[in-house]
């Protein structure tokens, strides 16, 4: 997939990462980026066209889908987090929420641009992920469950679309320095590196990046004796 010419649909793109994204696709040469957010107008980055979109709302979805027939890169980035345990007296509200918008929003994102993508040669779906795809903190149990989800759900996309051409990246990441995670005392990526080494996994046909320290080491040790995933989480 290369970046140069190519147009892009940036969902969640008006701040943090889906920001960087834009940013960084408009520096390589990207021919258009479609920023999307819920409200257009808190897009103001120079040299995107800001849609509106709420990738939990059908209506939106298909909306996009009929308007923006040149897409070859699809970045599904829009994400929350509750920072809700399983058993906390919000986490069925909490679990319902963050696979509406972590799991059903990429899903149904790929399921309408898929036949786009297909007419425009193939192009790429980009899935922003988690470290925690691969273990799961107290604090945010069902933060972890969705991005789990969609760590299955790129892979299984990249089955179904290698036939059409379509590459399929799964992006993990730890902390970064976002809102998301404004009060965590963590060491956080800065997006635009994260951007930077998605670009280039891209660019490389690669189906995998993994950002930062904290993503590598808990993927090497997933195989571990016991699994990283067994153990407990200690404060970050």
């Known amino acids: 997939m290369k970046i140069q ?8 793109a008006n701040r943090g990462l889906g920001l960087a994204f834009a940013q960084g696709l408009l520096a390589g040469g990207a021919r258009k980026v479609y920023a999307a957010a819920r409200d257009p107008a808190s897009v103001t980055l120079p040299g995107v066209e800001a849609i509106k979109l709420d990738v939990t709302k ?11 027939a040149d897409v070859s890169l699809l970045i599904n980035n829009a994400g929350i987090s509750r920072g809700s345990g399983f058993l906390g007296d919000d986490g069925l509200i909490a679990v319902r929420a963050e696979f509406d918008t972590n799991f059903f929003g990429p899903l149904q994102m790929s399921c309408a641009f898929a036949p786009i993508l297909a007419k425009n040669g193939g192009g790429a779906i980009v899935n922003v992920l988690s470290a925690l795809s691969w273990v799961n903190m107290p604090t945010s149990s069902t933060y972890c469950a969705s991005k789990s989800a969609a760590w299955s759900l790129s892979n299984g996309l990249r089955n179904e679309l ?17 809102d998301m995670v404004r009060d965590v005392k963590a060491p956080k990526s800065k997006p635009e590196d994260v951007v930077a080494q998605t670009l280039a996994a891209l660019e490389a046909g690669k189906s995998e990046v993994l950002a930062d320290e904290v993503s590598r080491r808990i993927k090497q040790n997933l195989s571990a004796e016991p699994g990283v995933y067994l153990v407990p989480p200690v404060a970050a």
């Open 5 to 12: 010419n190519s147009v892009a649909l940036v969902t969640g």
């Open 58 to 68: 059908a209506d939106d979805i298909e909306a996009a889908a009929r308007a923006l």
């Open 162 to 178: 290698r036939g059409q051409g379509t590459q399929v990246l799964a992006l993990h990441v730890g902390f970064m320095d976002t």
